[in-house]
């Protein structure tokens, strides 16, 4: 189904509020496959949205480093005696995050440093020479957002990575009642794939999502008679029948978490009220029945052009609680072994403070990622120089080059996951130009093993053939 039509019949307000059709009881009813612990697992992607300064979020705290992240971040620099340290290394991070300090401590919880959208690694005289092919529209909030959830670097791709898992995988690891990439904030083409369209989750379940007020019910009355409606106009039967299916999934969402024990763990609200959901569903994953899911999170308001300080500490304070009540939400269940949750962003902002007191859209950050598969307690990836205007400042203002990309991230969450190596290899077809096809997070031993040694999904004829093609048509572009 193609997601802008189906988001446009959603806003109708008539999903989960509807009357019911005699189609809902089909996959509402329809039984589950019993899922063991060993058998499950999920990735939830916690999307800050507006471009999160991680430049405050991981700090150098070495004497040297720190004195030249002071330097350049000016009135933006947080005090170093404020800072957390982190264990056994020369970083800190910010002092509102005292829960993901104690994570990192644990092992719970790692960085990967200097992350972001890369076609092919670049050197800064290569960036300013316009000499090797660049994502799309950098630093535009829309378009990067794009490029973070599809993985594809080029504005405007149908697919997310999230929903292009799950159609990857193979037989064993589908199935279920539901969708199994969800969205917890709203419409995203993260959950979808080439083959399917994830589950927008109602925020809550059996309540009608319409937002438009006394009209609602003229609404949903219209909704319903374009479901019921028998018609030749082959618009009018793919309306009707992304109704049903909507109605069908909002219907076994609402059933499966009927009478869901509460779970003991203390959400905070924010980004903790979404995870708690997301916990939820887990919860009931039996009743789901399928063996992999991925969940798609948001967190707003990073876009920090003005008063940064502040504000910016109450968001990763937020960031931080949640996370912690994810953790204890995860062993409660039992699940944290099965589960890891990884941190994404528009961009990184500039080390260079504005004259709001604020900072700009910028490039290469630091992310989050946790869970019983990753490695904790360590930082993963080069950290960059902080120095305007330095090796790694494709600018004046402190817009840093990653030295790491996504498609490397997302390379191996997918082997951990279960994608099929080939798989991974068409699905992320830049691979093949890093010299490294992972970051290293998870756990070697956990990852599939490919005659003994672990897998380099980049090495397979698959990848090679796409990237060449790939090459060959960024060449001829340049050319037009």
Known sequence: MNQSRREFIKHLGFLSGAAAFSQLAALAHAPAQTISGNDYKAIVCLFLYGGNDSGNMLVPFDATNYALYSKSRGSLALGQSLLLPLQGLPYAIHPSMPEVQTMFAQKDLAFVVN?????????????LAGSVPLPQNLFSHQDQQSLMQTGAFV????????????????????????????????????????????FIAPSNPGASACQEGAACAAVQEAAAKIAACENSVVLVQQDASIINTINQENQAYAQVLSGVSPLQTQFSPGVGSALQQVAQLIQVRDKVGAPRQVFFVGLGSFDTHATQLDYHAQLLKNLSSGLSSWKQAAEELGIWNNVVLLTLSDFNRTLMANSSGGSDHAWGGHQIVMGGPVQGGSVYGTFPTLELGGPDDVDTVGRLLPTTSLTQVLAELASWFGVPASSIASLLPNLINFQSPSVGFIRASWLPLYRGHSMRPYSFVGAMTVGIERQANYARLRRE
């Open 115 to 127: 992350m972001g959208p890369l076609v092919t690694p670049i050197s800064k005289n290569q960036y």
């Open 155 to 198: 504005s405007g791709a149908g697919n997310g990575w999230g929903g292009s898992f799950i159609d990857a995988l193979p037989t064993n690891c589908k199935g279920g009642v539901l969708p199994q990439a969800i969205s917890y904030a709203g419409g995203t083409v993260f959950i979808n794939g080439p083959q399917s369209t994830g």
